[in-house]
């Protein structure tokens, strides 16, 4: 067996690996991603939003009034203690009872009472119940959104990177 000259070691090129995009959650290659926009200007890309999956609104929809609820709930409970600790509410008790029994006399009016732990207790089921009915409306929006969506085509929306400089 004779040798000749032995042919130069070629190699296939192999492309570039895809380069993740963060931002916008997609790959491009770094040849296409340093191609598609110069140093001054940001991509930009438009996203066509079809439908809402429902049970995904319901669970979100759901966390969020709960915990705007519970919020709103620890709010009023801080403001009423304050309030007490203040003696507003006492005050505003013996007011109370003098508009609900004024034949007795002004000096002699006897207070309501005023019961923080049963306005509380029913304040925290109203919430309750505001947070499902909210849920429910929030749910039901996003179903005509979807049959509406379906006779229109969608709500477009372009997304773009911040300007870096």
């Not at 049963?118 to 919430?127: C, D, E, K, Q, S």
Request: hydrophobic share 50%; proline share 5%; glycine share 8%.
């Amino acid at each position: 067996m004779t040798t000749t000259a032995e042919e130069p070691f070629t190699q296939t090129p192999t492309p570039d690996p895809p380069v993740i995009d963060v931002e916008l959650g997609g790959a491009v290659r770094p040849g296409r991603a340093q191609r598609s926009h110069g140093f001054g200007e940001p991509r930009r890309t438009k996203v066509t939003i079809r439908r809402f999956g429902l049970v995904s609104v319901f669970r979100f929809s759901l966390l969020f009034s709960v915990c705007m609820m519970l919020v709103i709930w620890l709010a009023l409970l801080i403001i009423f203690l304050v309030l007490q600790a203040a003696g507003v509410i006492d005050t505003v008790a013996q007011w109370i009872g003098c508009l609900v029994k004024p034949d007795q006399g002004t000096y002699r009016c006897t207070p309501a009472i005023i019961d923080g732990t049963r306005i509380f207790t029913w304040l925290f089921f109203a919430g309750c119940a505001f947070a499902l009915v909210w849920t429910a409306l929030t749910v039901f929006i996003a179903l005509l959104y979807n049959l509406i969506s379906d006779i229109v085509g969608g709500v477009e929306v372009t997304l773009s990177e911040r300007h870096r400089g």
